[in-house]
């Protein structure tokens, strides 16, 4: 995990509330993703950013919203748009955004929406 | 679009003995293929990886082996170690992407029984 920080490890939200989670990286990457883990299934790609103040949806963006403001730095909001939020997400970085580049994980945060 | 399949979903040895997980790819264009080890609540991190002008690839009791032609490669771990136990994905870069863009497998448990 050394090198990405995803705050808070567990989060509980009422239904109907947006929540931020926190994705920071002191790696000097450029790229930063988004994943959503659910049991039973692989890493689903939510947004990812190859660069500051620019992002792209992955495959699963409905009901999320990110900002690039800073490279260290790659927020992640579910919204109450989102049908189903309670999961585990992953945030991952990689040097470049450029194929045969490793992709460093975070140690994830767990949503629980109530 | 690009569609990865991992099997068994669930995998149980004997230390000492080898295991085998296999992976199935729908995209002829892809070109690199990650595998990840998930120990329980923490991120993914990278064991092994594999690009498609080479057909195995070995570091110490972990291979793994690419067959273009079918669309397939394994993971082979030999020797296991209770500490070998986790979950493990295959992923494959996306084809036409020039972004890295991962897909994940659905995930293999492996138990290895002392």
């Known amino acids: 995990d050394g090198g990405i920080t995803q705050s808070p490890k567990y989060l509980f939200r009422k239904e109907g509330q947006n929540v931020t989670l926190s994705c920071e990286q002191n790696l000097n990457h450029d790229a930063m993703y988004w994943y959503r883990q659910d049991p039973g299934q692989g890493l689903r790609l939510i947004y990812y950013?190859?660069?500051?103040?620019?992002?792209q949806k992955g495959d699963i963006a409905e009901g999320y919203s990110v900002s690039r403001e800073k490279k260290e730095s790659f927020p992640l909001t579910v919204t109450s748009a989102q049908k189903n939020p309670t999961a585990f997400y992953l945030c991952?970085?990689?040097?470049?955004?450029?194929?045969?580049?490793?992709?460093?994980f975070g140690p994830g945060t767990r949503l629980t929406v109530l | 679009g690009e569609n990865v399949e991992q099997h068994p979903s669930t995998l149980s040895v004997q230390e000492g003995d080898s295991a085998v997980i296999k992976c199935t790819y729908s995209d002829s264009a892809s070109n690199y293929f990650p595998w990840y080890k998930q120990e329980l609540g923490k991120g993914p991190q990278l064991i092994i990886d594999i690009r498609s002008n080479v057909g195995e690839k070995k570091d110490q009791r972990i291979a793994v082996t690419l067959n273009k032609t079918a669309k397939h490669f394994s993971l082979h771990i030999t020797e296991t170690q209770p500490e070998d136990s986790a979950v493990y994905f295959c992923?494959?870069?996306?084809?036409?992407?020039?972004?890295?863009?991962?897909?994940f497998g659905q995930g293999t448990t492996l138990q290895v029984k002392p």
């Open positions: 991952a970085t990689c040097r470049t955004g450029k194929p045969y580049n490793e992709q460093f």
């Open positions: 950013s190859q660069i500051v103040n620019d992002f």
């Open positions: 992923a494959a870069v996306r084809g036409s992407s020039n972004t890295g863009k991962l897909i």
